[in-house]
């Protein structure tokens, strides 16, 4: 510190030489115009902020000034009596010992949060058990006060899972069943059923008319089950809405397989959110760029769709492999790629040339 204010105080020393060599007219001048800037800056500036070596170069060259001036400087006596006091201050301040209980760490909060999370029927003791058998002991009054805070209800509140968490635990054995209905080039209305095996994404288009019966419907019914041959074992739950077609007859044919049906809430699109998903997106992906002319092209599009989205088209949550094939091995990234069209360009597939 004392090499800087050295070095400031050589550099303003020649600074001040330079003013030796100019007139007094330009000198007095140069005064003026910085008395009218420093008034225009005291007018918005409530407290300007200094460095300490603008601080010391001031209070340095005040020595020099009448006392009538000394009053409008930045630096005054009494920021010499203040500094004073800092320094008396910092002397004789000594560390103090916060006090109270100890904040919980960052770590303990998001691990309780963690907990409650993922196991809805652990209480505040139930949570602050665990924690001692990972060497994180906390209170069970800590464990009340993080989840408060965080908004989470005690366990008995939050012990039912929703909607979305019974179908993401039972994928494995849940179908979704839905129907949709496309407009032909005639304005003609046809109806489609399709469904989902929730766990592997795979589609299965049941059937398409133009006059959905709950016969009809049956028929889709013992369709799907033959589709599923060796694998309608593992099935558990159709998954379905209220549409009055599916009536007690479908119901029936998959009870006699041990397959019980589940119903979704009234106007709750969300609850099949799957089936609606792939619905959704095969309307974007390829009804809305197509013009169907009858129920035979509609039947043909949909299963070039469908064998395309069970063979080829990629999902998330299959961690980007498609339901009925697996992720390749990695290859050479220079390699050629193809690409084929599917119904006159549409859709495209590509791959590697071996």
Not at 111 to 117: E, I, Q, S, T
Request: glycine share 6%; hydrophobic share 45%.
């Amino acid at each position: 510190m004392a090499l800087r204010l050295l070095y400031l105080t050589f550099l303003k020393v020649l600074g001040w030489m330079a003013l030796l060599v100019r007139s007094e007219a330009s000198k007095n001048a140069e005064i003026l115009v910085l008395r009218h800037q420093l008034a225009v800056l005291r007018r918005q500036v409530a407290r300007p902020k200094l460095s300490w070596a603008d601080r010391a170069v001031i209070a340095g060259l005040t020595r020099l000034l009448p006392k009538a001036l000394r009053g409008h400087l930045f630096v005054t006596p009494g920021t010499l009596l203040r500094w004073h006091a800092d320094l008396v201050k910092r002397r004789w301040t000594y560390k103090q010992r916060a006090s109270g209980r100890p904040a919980t760490w960052p770590s303990v909060r998001k691990l309780v949060l963690r907990m409650a999370a993922e196991n809805p029927t652990w209480g505040y003791r139930r949570i602050a058990g665990e924690l001692a058998g990972l060497g994180r002991p906390v209170g069970a009054s800590t464990v009340w006060a993080i989840l408060k805070r965080a908004g989470i209800d005690p366990a008995p509140r939050r012990s039912g899972p929703t909607w979305a968490e019974f179908l993401r635990n039972q994928a494995s054995g849940i179908i979704a069943v839905d129907l949709f209905h496309v407009d032909t080039v005639l304005l003609r209305r046809l109806y489609c059923m399709v469904a989902m095996e929730i766990s592997t994404r795979r589609v299965h288009l049941l059937g398409v008319t133009a006059h959905p019966t709950g016969s009809w419907a049956v028929q889709q019914a013992r369709d799907l089950l033959m589709a599923l041959d060796n694998r309608v074992e593992q099935v558990k739950f159709l998954l379905r809405d209220r549409d009055a077609k599916f009536t007690d007859a479908f119901d029936a044919v998959l009870a006699s397989e041990g397959i019980r049906v589940l119903l979704t809430p009234v106007q709750a699109p969300r609850a099949n959110a799957y089936i609606e998903r792939w619905i959704g997106g095969c309307r974007r992906e390829l009804l809305d760029r197509t013009l169907i002319v009858n129920a035979r092209h509609l039947r043909h599009v949909l299963a070039t769709y469908e064998t395309h989205f069970n063979t080829h088209r990629p999902h998330r949550a299959l961690s980007q492999a498609a339901p009925l094939r697996p992720l390749p091995d990695p290859v050479d990234p220079d390699g050629k790629v193809t690409r084929r069209d599917l119904l006159g360009g549409v859709i495209h597939e590509y791959t590697q040339v071996a």
